[in-house]
Structure formats: structure tokens, C-alpha cells
């Protein structure tokens, strides 16, 4: 079976440090990929998508990247927060084929800026 | 393009009742239409998807929802609700002719399910 992993859960971090979020999908192969936030317990914003390694796409320029080294790992990055980064992270995945697939999600990740 | 309308910010409802949860959409071409279930500090689970076939489809946990092409609507029920089924429910929507794999996301609605 499929399993999607994010590490850390948690995280407090200052303003003006960097940042290096982490997801893992085991079980699967070549997974669509996904970067969404969550502020204030409600709607999801999509941040990122990746089709394949190296490919990825912005959904809205902000002060954030993301990367895929290999297969099943993505990862969201910053060189320097802001205050309005804080939220809770969550990393998704889909199968290749297309529109049908479901969106699986990982446990997420709760980042404060200080 | 597409979207996604969850017109009620929070339901509440007597343990033992029924529920629904209301949730419309907007795509321009076929629609895939999935709920999903957030509990605090929880990544979103999925409940069901609609994607062609019958009208009614069963999920997770009890839950079915209604996809009603002349409504465009897509809303999430069940017979009987409990104390446990209390979270923050989300209604999702993809445009089958575009854009394979990016969901549309509504704003969520809890779901309080009272003793």
C-alpha cells in the first residue's frame, strides 16, 4: 500500500531563517505531487504541483520553491520566511494517470513564524 | 476554469439526525467531484468521489453524496450523524477535460455533531 510522509510535524521557526520542508511517497511511482497550504484551519491554497523530477510548477509567486530530486520526494523550500508563511503545510500525491485519481495527503506540517 | 462553492461556514446538527453538506461547483467541462474529511492538526482523508456512473455515490464512515448535474451541486450526507463524525469537511473539483490532477478546494465547512 501507498504511504505519504512529512517531516517535520512541527516547526517554529524565526522571521529571516530558511526553510526546508519534506515530503516522501512510499508504495508508488511516478506520483504527481503537491504543495498546499492551510491558514487558519480553513480553505487549501495550491502552492505547487510536480509531474515528474526536476518539473515543477507555481501556482502563485510567493516567497517559497519547491524541488524534486528524486521520484517520490518533493520538498518546499524558502531562503528567508516572512511572518505571513506561517500555516499548516500539506504534501499530496495522485498516480500519474490523470484526473480520476484521488488525492492522498500527507499528516502535514504546522510552521510558525516568529 | 473551475470552482468551488461550500456556502455554509458551519453546520451543526443533533447526534442521531441526519446531515448534509452543501457543496456547489463550476467546471467547463466534466466534473470530478471528491469530499474529504480534516481532523484538527490532521492532513484531509478521503470520504468519496463521483466520477461518472450513478448519481449517488457511498463512501467512508457511512456518507454519500448526491451529484445533481442541472444543480451543479455535489452535496456530502448522512442518515445519522455522531458525536465522532464533528470536523471540517472539504469539497473538491476537477475539470475532466483539463488541468489532470489539480483540484479545486472549497473553503470547508465544520461539521459540529452535538450529544
Known amino acids: 500500500s501507498q504511504t505519504i510522509h512529512q517531516w517535520p510535524a512541527t516547526l517554529v521557526q524565526p522571521v529571516g531563517s530558511p526553510l526546508s520542508l519534506e515530503c516522501t511517497v512510499e508504495?508508488?511511482?511516478?506520483?504527481?505531487l503537491y504543495w498546499y497550504r492551510q491558514a487558519a484551519g480553513r480553505g487549501l491554497q495550491l502552492l505547487f504541483y510536480?509531474?515528474?523530477?526536476?518539473?515543477i510548477s507555481s501556482e502563485v509567486p510567493q516567497n517559497l520553491s519547491a524541488s524534486r530530486p528524486q521520484d517520490r520526494q518533493f520538498i518546499l523550500s524558502s531562503k528567508k520566511l516572512l511572518l505571513s508563511d506561517s500555516g499548516f503545510y500539506l504534501c499530496?500525491?495522485?498516480?500519474?494517470?490523470?484526473?480520476?485519481?484521488?488525492?492522498?495527503f500527507g499528516p502535514g506540517t504546522r510552521l510558525t513564524v516568529l | 476554469a473551475q470552482s468551488v462553492a461550500q456556502p455554509e461556514d458551519q453546520v451543526n446538527v443533533a447526534e442521531g439526525n441526519p446531515l448534509t453538506v452543501k457543496c456547489t461547483y463550476s467546471v467547463s467541462g466534466n466534473p470530478y467531484l471528491f469530499w474529504y474529511v480534516q481532523y484538527p492538526n490532521r492532513g484531509l482523508q478521503f470520504l468519496l468521489k463521483?466520477?461518472?456512473?450513478?448519481?449517488l455515490v457511498k463512501g467512508s464512515y457511512g456518507f454519500e453524496a448526491e451529484f445533481n448535474k442541472s444543480q451543479t451541486s455535489f452535496h456530502l450526507k448522512k442518515p445519522s450523524a455522531l458525536v465522532s463524525d464533528s470536523a471540517l469537511y472539504f469539497c473538491a473539483v476537477r475539470d475532466g477535460n483539463t488541468n489532470a490532477g489539480k483540484s479545486t478546494f472549497g473553503d470547508g465547512t465544520t461539521l459540529t455533531v452535538k450529544p
Open positions: 499530496a500525491w495522485t498516480r500519474l494517470a490523470g484526473a480520476t485519481d484521488t488525492q492522498y
Open positions: 508504495g508508488t511511482s511516478n506520483p504527481n
Open positions: 463521483y466520477i461518472t456512473g450513478d448519481n
Open positions: 510536480s509531474v515528474g523530477i526536476g518539473q
